[in-house]
């Protein structure tokens, strides 16, 4: 018989994570590098005793709120590429359910992200316990149910043993490069506290690599012959390629074959702003270079992207009726979307190997000159988005030009939802791989502050600068104080257009009256708010100051430099200017019947936008 030790299941877990390894620039790290924990009766006893004796191996982070720490640790896993995570341990009831909004985020970006909820007694003797939702048609039933349409593997652990096959599964999942995603493992508080005798050898160290799928040869052939017969070639860079550090292969690939790179939201940043095919932003958010291109393209490789409608122009954007798409995936499932070619495959051994087979064809000259040509004429337009200016209510793109002026190019940038992710994706000039960090594919407001914790604990050797709205700050701000109390310093930069000025830009295009988004334009309110951020800010611990200009944003960014703690610097923006170069349309329905003539006249535009799209195609 194997050797055991006898432990609680709380202690059990524990000891697993501490004895799960990565490779990270060929040193042996831990897979996990911390909890983030927020106590209650449902993990205090329990994982709380446990945590509290493996602290120097894996370190517990003390959030704010449940949904802000497994942000930060959605952002950190993103920041490392996914090759390190975090774990994340809640009470049951509302701190639990706090988490499922963090746990959709990472499933939408396939981030790995471990999420271990205090659940319901598994023995029922004191039901209904503090907390408890009881469901009078399902006894098996508990709050924790909602985290399984927005996790890649859930399970319930009511035995102690249960913890042997379901942390080597939960293992697999947020290793696997297909598969990743967050895994939840609710935990029933009385499991936490029983013991059972577990073999030794479920606590032997283990490694867990980076496994790069190559292509089928068949797959890899068709691809092949794809490109060879095309004319206008084009590249859609997505989050895959910097997941597998593709973006020297990529940049080699694309100078190589003469094809022009665009870049998604989350691949922004695979190609430095100054790769001379690097056409920048594409989509709804897109630079006039990149979406000319995707219009008149006959080839269009689409590399670790899940071609998400604000990629695709809602399909509207790639027009050519006889173009051909390379779906080039770890997943099976996003490599065949839209009738795609599947090369189904590690994103930087796609592309190696369909380099080698392509041996010395390039795309036609004059088609990558005019791909040149046309970022050259993008980047005239977009300077004059960006330029300084004396207004006293700058727009979004003002002041990104006032931030890269101040910081430069080399630093990591984090915002989320709202304005500033279309601004930024059009106009961030980002230098260097994993550099530009943005959520959005849940599109997840009070994201920013939480993913700059996050992101700086997994960069701490590059500044992190947070741009965030003040409908997004309003939100969820309280890690602020977290970043203050770990010493994990940020650069926030707050816009504050009195607002949800993105949205309140979209109901107008829409045709409908502005309400209920600007804080002047309410139906039901006595007065109008006139929030102090600064105050707010510094009562976090924070260094915070008003920028009245864009001089004066640039002047206190520069002094930010010098600042060991987290620094918010306040500027005001016009909540109705907007980036109109670039761009492509964007399926948001319109009311078929209105009164509202503003209204009828948006349909019209959204019926006519609505005939450019491919359906299926």
């Known amino acids: ?198 073999p030794e050898s479920f606590f032997a160290e283990r490694v867990w690599g980076n496994r790069r799928v190559r292509p089928d040869d068949n797959e890899l052939a068709d691809a092949v012959r794809v490109l060879r017969t095309a004319k206008k070639p084009v590249i859609v860079a997505g989050g895959g390629v910097l997941f597998s550090e593709a973006s020297d292969a990529l940049a080699g690939f694309a100078e190589r074959h003469g094809i022009p790179v665009v870049e998604t939201q989350a691949g922004k940043s695979s190609l430095p702003f100054l790769n001379p095919l690097n056409m920048g932003a594409v989509g709804v958010t897109g630079t006039s270079a990149s979406n000319q291109l995707c219009e008149d393209a006959d080839v269009v490789l689409a590399v670790g992207t899940r071609l998400q409608d604000f990629t695709t122009g809602s399909w509207s954007l ?27 495959a590690d994103a930087r051994v796609g592309l190696e190997e369909l380099s080698a087979n392509l041996g010395a064809w390039t795309a036609p000259a004059s088609w990558t000159q005019h791909a040149k040509d046309g970022f050259k004429e993008w980047m005239v337009a977009a300077e004059n988005y960006t330029a300084a200016s004396n207004a006293e209510r700058p727009s979004d793109a003002q002041v990104i030009g006032a931030v890269q002026r101040a910081l430069g190019r ?77 010493g994990v310093k940020l650069t926030i930069v707050l816009v504050d257009n009195r607002g949800f000025g993105c949205i309140n830009r979209l109901q107008h295009a829409c045709g409908g009256e502005r309400f209920n988004n600007l804080y002047d334009y309410n139906t039901h309110q006595d007065v109008s708010p006139q929030i102090d951020f600064v105050a707010h800010a510094r009562s976090q611990g924070a260094i915070a100051v008003k920028a009245s200009s864009l001089a004066d944003l640039e002047a206190a960014l520069v002094e930010s430099k010098k600042n060991t703690r987290t620094t918010v610097i306040v500027i005001d923006t016009d909540p109705m200017i907007t980036t109109d170069a670039g761009g492509s349309w964007w399926e948001v329905a319109v009311p078929e019947v209105s009164v509202r003539p503003q209204v009828n006249e948006a349909r019209k535009k959204y019926e006519a936008g609505t005939l450019s799209q491919r359906i299926g195609d």
Request: aromatic share 8%.
């Open 1 to 198: 018989m194997s050797n055991t030790i006898r432990l609680t299941a709380a202690q059990a877990l524990v000891k697993f994570l501490t004895r799960q390894m990565t490779i990270v620039d060929g040193q042996k790290v831990p897979v996990f590098a911390g909890m983030w924990a927020i106590f209650g009766h449902g993990n205090v006893a329990g994982m709380g005793e446990a945590l509290w004796h493996v602290r120097d191996e894996l370190p517990t982070y003390r959030g704010q709120n449940e949904q802000s720490m497994a942000l930060a640790a959605v952002a950190y896993a993103k920041g490392t590429r996914r090759k390190r995570m975090m774990a994340c341990t809640t009470s049951i009831g509302p701190g639990a359910l706090n988490m499922v909004t963090a746990a959709a985020v990472a499933h939408v970006d396939r981030i790995p992200l471990l999420l271990i909820p205090g659940d319901i007694f598994a023995n029922r003797r004191p039901d209904p316990v503090l907390q408890q939702i009881e469901n009078f048609g399902d006894g098996t039933a508990s709050a924790n149910d909602c985290f399984k349409p927005v996790s890649r593997f859930f399970d319930r652990i009511m035995r102690p043993e249960q913890l042997i096959q379901a942390l080597n599964h939960a293992m697999v999942v947020l290793t696997d490069p297909a598969e990743c995603g967050p895994v939840t493992l609710a935990f029933c508080q009385d499991v936490q506290a029983e013991a059972f005798d577990y």
């Open 318 to 344: 790639f027009k050519n009726p006889d173009k051909t798409i390379i779906g080039l995936n770890t997943q099976v499932f996003d490599a065949t979307k839209h009738r795609a070619q599947p090369l189904v």
């Open 410 to 486: 080399d630093v990591s940038l984090m915002a989320a939802a709202g304005g500033l992710p279309g601004e930024l994706h059009k106009l961030w000039q980002a230098s260097y791989p994993s550099s530009y960090h943005l959520e959005y594919g849940f599109s997840c407001m009070g994201y920013e502050i939480a993913g700059g914790l996050g992101l700086k604990l997994a960069q701490p050797d590059r500044d992190v600068v947070v741009m965030v709205g003040d409908g997004s700050y309003m939100m969820m701000n309280s890690e602020l104080a977290t970043s203050v109390m770990m």
